[in-house]
C-alpha cells in the first residue's frame, strides 16, 4: 500500500499563480522527496526535506514538513505553464529502511 | 551522461511470453529498483537491490523476478506475460543515503 498520499489529486491553475500539494504519510520518516514527471517521462527528483527539517526551499519550490501531523506541502510560486506534470510525493519507512514509497501523485496544469 | 538506462522503451508481449527488461546504471550507486506505474496507482515498488547479489520483494513482486550479479545492472524478469502485466516500468538508482532516486526514462509494456 502506498505510504504518501497526495491532495488534490488534480489541479488547475493560471500561470502566475500560485501552487499547493500537500501529502500525507502513514509511518514515521528519515526523510521525504518531491518529485516531478512530465507526460510520458521518467519522474525527476526536486527537492529532499529531512525529518529534523520544517521547512527547505529550492528556486520557486517551497516545501514544509509536519512530522506531528505526518504531513508536507509543496509550493510553486508564481508558476508557468512549463510547470505542467505530475508531482509525486515519496518517503522511506524509517529507520534503515531507505527505499522510498511513492503516493499517487497529484496532476498540475498550469494554463497560459 | 551519467544516469539509469532502460531497454527497450516499447514492447508488445503475447499472454504467456517471458522476457527481460534491462537496466543499467552508470552512478556505482549500491541500491536500485524496479516499479510499476499504472493510472490512477502511482507507483508501486516490484522488487530492489541494496547490492551485489542481494534483492528482496516489494509490494508487487508476484510474476516478475530479479537478480543483480553486477552494481551496474539489475535485469527484470517477466516470467509468464498476462495483460494485468500491461503498465509502465521504471527502474531508479537510489543515491547514497536515500538522498533521492535517478529514474530511467520507462519501459512501455502491453501484454495482449
Known amino acids: 500500500s502506498q505510504q504518501g498520499e497526495e491532495d488534490p489529486q488534480a489541479l488547475s491553475i493560471q500561470e502566475g499563480e500560485n501552487a499547493t500539494m500537500n501529502c500525507s504519510y502513514k509511518?514515521?520518516?528519515?526523510?521525504l522527496q518531491w518529485y516531478r514527471q512530465n507526460s510520458g517521462r521518467g519522474l525527476v527528483h526536486l527537492i529532499l526535506i529531512r525529518s529534523n527539517e520544517r521547512e527547505k526551499h529550492s528556486g520557486r519550490l517551497r516545501v514544509t514538513l509536519d512530522t506531528s501531523k505526518k504531513s508536507s506541502s509543496l509550493l510553486i510560486t508564481a508558476s508557468r505553464a512549463a510547470d505542467t506534470a505530475s508531482y509525486f510525493c515519496?518517503?522511506?519507512?524509517?529507520?534503515?529502511?531507505?527505499?522510498?514509497?511513492f503516493g499517487r501523485g497529484t496532476s498540475l496544469i498550469v494554463h497560459p | 551522461n551519467a544516469g539509469v538506462t532502460q531497454t527497450p522503451k516499447f514492447q508488445v508481449l503475447k499472454t504467456g511470453q517471458s522476457m527481460t527488461l534491462q537496466c543499467a546504471q552508470d552512478m556505482n550507486h549500491e541500491y536500485m529498483s524496479w516499479y510499476r506505474q499504472d493510472p490512477g496507482m502511482g507507483l508501486r515498488l516490484i522488487h530492489y537491490s541494496v547490492g551485489a547479489g542481494i534483492t528482496d520483494q516489494g509490494e508487487v513482486p508476484n510474476g516478475y523476478n530479479v537478480s543483480r550479479s553486477t552494481t551496474e545492472d539489475f535485469p527484470l524478469r517477466l516470467l509468464s506475460a498476462a495483460p494485468s502485466q500491461t503498465s509502465v516500468y521504471f527502474c531508479?538508482?537510489?543515491?547514497?543515503?536515500?538522498?533521492?532516486?535517478?529514474f530511467g526514462s520507462g519501459t512501455r509494456l502491453t501484454v495482449v
Open positions: 509511518t514515521s520518516i528519515n526523510n
Open positions: 515519496a518517503t522511506d519507512g524509517g529507520g534503515g529502511s531507505y527505499i522510498p514509497t
Open positions: 531508479a538508482s537510489l543515491w547514497p543515503g536515500g538522498y533521492g532516486y535517478t
